[in-house]
């Protein structure tokens, strides 16, 4: 709630529909996806809309976000909210370990640990979000991301392992099943 006293912003954005690029992954392998995201030719999960972050870079292995914080990530406190940071690491970790699946393999995030090492905050300006696989099994990939301004000075970073697995008949499902 506000007080009539407290100024209000506001932020509006938009999303495509996440199944369009959802559908088109499992016909293609993840770098080829993923490249083909970063050109427009699929809509980004919606997720890239809410926090407000872009491609840069994929290549096999390696991803590379843009992200300039805002007031609107903020916490109670004034500096970027821990859990967008999280986001933002999680996204590059695991799109990194995407980037090197073939076509109908999925993965998901199994674990993350990430070390906040200085506030971010809206003065910071434009960032950096890159994610490194370190080893990727038949099954499980465990990678790395890190934060950084456009100083190259550090401001977070995480490790994580996920999981891989066959999409099997994954065209047939809606998502509900278990």
Avoid: Q
Avoid at 8 to 36: C, E, H, N, Q
Avoid at 56 to 76: C, K, M, Q, S, W
Avoid at 142 to 160: I, P, R, V
């Amino acid at each position: 709630m506000h007080s009539e006293n407290t100024p209000v912003r506001t932020r509006t954005f938009t999303w495509s529909d996440p199944m369009i690029g959802a559908k088109a992954a499992l016909t293609m392998s993840g770098l080829d996806y993923l490249r083909g995201m970063g050109k427009g030719d699929f809509p980004p999960p919606p997720i890239v809309d809410l926090v407000d972050f872009r491609f840069l870079n994929v290549e096999e292995g390696r991803i590379v976000f843009g992200f300039t914080p805002a007031e609107y990530h903020y916490n109670p406190i004034g500096s970027v909210h821990g859990g967008v940071i999280s986001t933002l690491l999680d996204s590059a970790l695991s799109c990194a370990v995407h980037s090197t699946l073939p076509a109908g393999t999925g993965y998901t995030t199994l674990e993350i640990k990430v070390n906040y090492v200085r506030p971010v905050m809206a003065k910071t300006g434009v960032m950096r979000c890159e994610g490194k696989v370190i080893h990727r099994g038949s099954s499980v990939a465990t990678s790395e991301s890190f934060l950084t301004d456009a100083g190259g000075k550090l401001y977070a970073h995480a490790n994580g392992t996920c999981m891989i697995f066959s999409l099997g008949n994954a065209n047939n499902k809606t998502g509900n099943e278990k």
